[in-house]
């Protein structure tokens, strides 16, 4: 059995990639932890007895042992494996590669899906190629399946998502050779490349492709945090934990594994997940891994667009938005991944803008609370929030109720934080029409506002408005019409349109004065206003 030595406890100042000066895993038998298989998925438990009845390797890893640990129910659960990609795709039918950044598989069981990642080396390349030498964003396949099933599986993957940890595979548990004997220096399929091309970073140390293969004593020290460094071994149970992690937990702590400048360089966003898990988790980030955040954000800069959307999502939707606000200000993070909104709450932290921000944030954590749903759609109308209004307070006052005006200035203010970030233009477009129905919102006009109950984006304009009222943003007793008439039958709902107008002109039914219909003078031209 392996023994963890208190003596090596200090891991951050050794050499990782010396294996000499790694220290051993404790090993945690079933009878001294609290996870139990009732607590697990089936489907991942399907996938690790498979893979171990093939012959490999494997272990639940990650965030999701350290959610046990802490008795919350895991969203997904990731495994780490002795077996390449292609070997897990031939162990499973349902299963697709991913990635080519980080080479991962997908084990899908319906709508679950089981993330399956082999274990990755700590060995970097002799010489650092050109970040040119690889495009900066993930392949099409895997930026494409984001934008696509995004909504859908937004919630807390591990870091073998973001870097699945890895190096050449030479032997197997204790030292005892593999049961399948093959070269896993680089992924398969790699044809003549350099060795090297399987591990590259850019300039500012940033790992832009890590397939490089090893073992469970290589891939551990490729983890992020100590917390989520943990291993549930499917073949006794237990559990292994080689950085201190159970302890840190306990201690509801947050520290890195190794250097946390070099750690944060390789991988900046990082700096997000340090933030996320101590909004989440209530976690206190160590000495170094907080600290070292005020120098180096500004790396958020290189990070593909895509990935931050990602994260912007988990860190938005998933229960603690009002928190990860509040933290990401604190140490600076907002200002890299959406500098317009940063610099609105900045100059305006009290303002009305800023406490609806906060106010939207709270009722979307607690719609995740109660199991509804929620959509990036209502998130980006509130982060943009400040920065549309501060567009629109530049136009004339005449025009900030202007359908045209309020669209340029929502799609203004989506071009400039699409400078940081990607925003899918499902979710951008709804963010206009959001703005764009604020004004027939406010002002009612007979029968024919009925119609806007009809309208896919009613429900989110009318979230928008109830909150801009409570901030004195509208007109409460407007809001309250709209409440009040979402709950009355359809007679009733007639009569407080008619009412809108006054009494009826004439003895005919329609909702009060009818005006003349315009006839249009030229396509060009732009409508009038409502």
Request: aromatic share 6%; hydrophobic share 40%; with cysteine.
């Amino acid at each position: 059995m392996r023994r963890f030595s208190p003596a090596k406890r200090n891991f951050e100042v050794l050499n990782e990639a010396d294996p000499a000066l790694r220290p051993a895993a404790r090993i945690i038998p079933r009878a001294e932890h609290s996870i139990s298989r009732s607590a697990i998925s089936p489907n991942a438990l399907r996938v690790l007895y498979r893979l171990r009845e093939a012959g490999f390797e494997a272990f639940l890893v990650g965030g999701c042992v350290r959610d046990l640990l802490l008795g919350i129910t895991p969203k997904d659960f990731d495994i780490a494996t002795s077996a390449l990609p292609e070997e897990v795709k031939r162990t499973f039918r349902n299963c697709r590669l991913i990635g080519r950044r980080f080479r991962l598989a997908h084990v899908f069981f319906g709508r679950e899906i089981v993330e399956v990642a082999t274990f990755r080396a700590m060995s970097a390349p002799d010489e650092q190629p050109l970040a040119a030498a690889v495009p900066d964003l993930d392949d099409d396949e895997a930026v494409d399946e984001l934008d696509d099933e995004l909504e859908d599986d937004i919630e807390d993957t591990d870091e073998s998502t973001v870097l699945a940890e890895a190096g050449p595979h030479q032997t197997g548990i204790h030292g005892v050779p593999p049961l399948v004997e093959r070269d896993r220096s680089r992924h398969a399929g790699a044809g003549d490349e350099d060795d090297d091309e399987d591990r590259v970073t850019d300039e500012h140390g940033r790992i832009l492709r890590d397939n490089v293969y090893g073992s469970i004593d290589d891939d551990v020290w490729r983890r992020d945090f100590t917390a989520n460094s943990l291993y549930y071994n499917i073949a006794d149970f237990s559990i292994w934990d080689y950085t201190g992690g159970v302890d840190d937990i306990a201690a509801r702590r947050l520290k890195l594994i190794g250097d946390p400048v070099t750690r944060y360089r390789e991988d900046p966003v990082r700096m997000l997940r340090a933030a996320r898990f101590e909004a989440k988790l209530g976690f206190t980030l160590d000495g170094e891994t907080g600290t070292a955040i005020a120098s180096l954000r500004e790396l958020l800069g290189s990070v593909p667009p895509a990935r931050l959307f990602d994260e912007t999502l988990k860190l938005f939707l998933t229960g603690h938005g009002a928190r990860s606000m509040e933290v990401l200000r604190k140490h600076g993070l907002l200002s890299g991944l959406l500098p317009t909104v940063a610099a609105y709450l900045d100059r305006h932290p009290d303002g009305a803008v800023a406490r609806l921000v906060m106010q939207g944030l709270v009722n979307t954590d607690q719609r995740v609370a109660q199991g509804k749903p929620v959509t990036p759609t209502f998130l980006f109308a509130l982060l943009l929030y400040g920065p549309f209004a501060e567009i629109i307070e530049k136009q004339p006052q005449e025009k900030w109720h202007d359908i045209g005006t309020i669209v340029d200035a929502v799609d203004r203010a989506a071009r400039a934080a699409q400078g940081r970030i990607t925003i899918p233009k499902r979710f951008s477009l709804g963010v206009r029409e959001m703005f764009a129905a604020q004004p027939r919102l406010e002002q009612p006009r007979g029968r024919r506002a009925l119609r806007m109950l009809e309208q896919p984006r009613f429900r989110a304009g009318f979230d928008l408005l109830l909150l801009r009222a409570d901030m004195g943003l509208a007109d409460p007793a407007i809001a309250a019409w709209w409440t009040k008439v979402q709950e009355v039958s359809q007679t009733d709902r007639d009569r407080m349109a008619d009412a809108l107008t006054g009494p009826r002109s004439t003895g005919e039914g329609g909702g009060g004065r009818r005006r003349p219909r315009r006839r249009r003078r030229g396509r060009g031209r732009a409508p009038a206003a409502s």
